[in-house]
């Protein structure tokens, strides 16, 4: 079993949806959580940080529950530039030698 | 400002070929980080260095690979002998407090 697992999707929803993805991971010492945008043949991008009483940056909601071990991305009124792949990240653990450990990434596709 | 830099973003290398990807971190961070990404899975940790010292290398996959940061700036991550399973967009990290900034990649095929 992956540390970090994601539904690779893809997720196909027409402008203006609400989309949600999960990820979870099987390390509890786990204490830093991220999620990244990655475009097609281009290097991901921080998207936003994610803390234990969630946080919200404009259409975009980040959650971490640590008792079911998950963290999740909201997108509300989904643009056709929020096609994309998703990744998680999570770092800490064991070595917390600050590397991170990501998800495969689930890819999302935004229909006119 | 100027983020991290690599060079160079494409090669193409023939079986057996030793090559070197260059990365340039943003200026004045510490710690620096190597991944590699396969088509279509997320970035694996190769290793990491804070300023000149490799703390952990436990993600290189075999012996051909190694990397070096000899001033704490500039880092090389060399392969020696490329395998086809080589083949992978090589990215560069750094960090900005608890945050990790990606470089474009280099992206090697080996053929």
């Known amino acids: 079993r992956k540390e970090v697992e994601q539904d690779p999707g893809p997720f196909n929803v027409p402008e203006g949806a609400t989309v949600a993805f999960n990820c979870t991971y099987s390390n509890s010492a786990s204490q830093s959580f991220f999620w990244y945008r990655q475009d097609c043949r281009k290097e991901p991008k921080l998207l936003m940080s994610?803390?234990?009483s969630g946080n919200e940056d404009g259409r975009f909601t980040a959650q971490l529950n640590r008792a079911s071990q998950y963290i999740s991305l909201l997108i509300r009124d989904s643009k056709l530039s929020d096609s994309a792949t998703y990744l998680c990240?999570?770092?800490?653990?064991?070595?917390?030698?600050?590397?991170?450990?990501f998800g495969q990434g689930t890819t999302l596709q935004v229909k006119p | 400002g100027a983020g991290v830099s690599q060079s160079p973003r494409y090669k193409v290398a023939k079986r057996g070929q030793d090559v070197a990807l260059r990365c340039d971190p943003i200026s004045g961070h510490v710690s620096l980080f190597w991944y590699q990404q396969a088509l279509g899975q997320g970035p694996e940790f190769l290793t990491y260095?804070?300023?000149?010292?490799?703390?952990?290398k436990s993600g290189l996959p075999s012996d051909r690979f190694f990397a070096e940061r000899p001033e704490g700036s500039v880092s090389t991550l060399k392969i020696q002998r490329t395998q086809q399973e080589d083949s992978a967009v090589y990215l560069c990290?750094?960090?900005?407090?608890?945050?990790?900034?990606f470089g474009p990649g280099t992206r090697l095929t080996v053929t």
């Open positions: 990290a750094s960090t900005q407090g608890n945050e990790q900034y």
């Open positions: 260095f804070q300023n000149e010292a490799q703390l952990d």
């Open positions: 994610v803390y234990s």
């Open positions: 990240a999570v770092k800490g653990g064991s070595s917390n030698t600050g590397k991170l450990i």
